[in-house]
């Protein structure tokens, strides 16, 4: 009998153990150029990414509810942009060579307004 409740406990521990695992795996985000992204942004939509390139634009604000937030467009080298979101105010400055790590979305939807080809990032890691 007690070998039988061992092996029941067993059993659903390991069920249990297969049902949280998944949430815990850590995937890692798609490298993209900012050229593959906006040639396909179907492919990149909701997904995350990481992405290189330039920072032109760049604007420190605070929400009407005064939370601070960076927005910029990440540029490659032929002048191509993606819009770039994060909250918080970032060390970045325009013309600073960076990679971004977030959530492409090719539509966004915040209140009334709509944005589109946008990363939400996540990380942002300066280059040399």
Do not use: C
């Amino acid at each position: 009998m007690k070998k039988n409740r061992w092996l029941i406990s067993l059993i659903l521990g390991l069920a249990a153990f297969s049902l949280v695992t998944p949430t815990f795996a850590s995937t890692s985000p798609q490298e993209a150029t900012v050229k593959e992204i906006l040639d396909n942004p179907d492919s990149y939509d909701q997904r995350e990414v990481k992405v290189a390139g330039k920072a032109v634009n760049l604007k420190l604000k605070v929400s009407k509810k005064g939370n601070a937030y960076t927005t910029f467009s990440l540029m490659d080298k032929d002048y191509k942009t993606l819009k770039v979101f994060m909250w918080g105010h970032q060390d970045v400055r325009d013309g600073d060579r960076i990679e971004v790590t977030g959530t492409f979305r090719k539509v966004k939807y915040v209140g009334r307004y709509k944005f589109y080809n946008e990363i939400e990032a996540e990380r942002i890691e300066k280059l040399k």
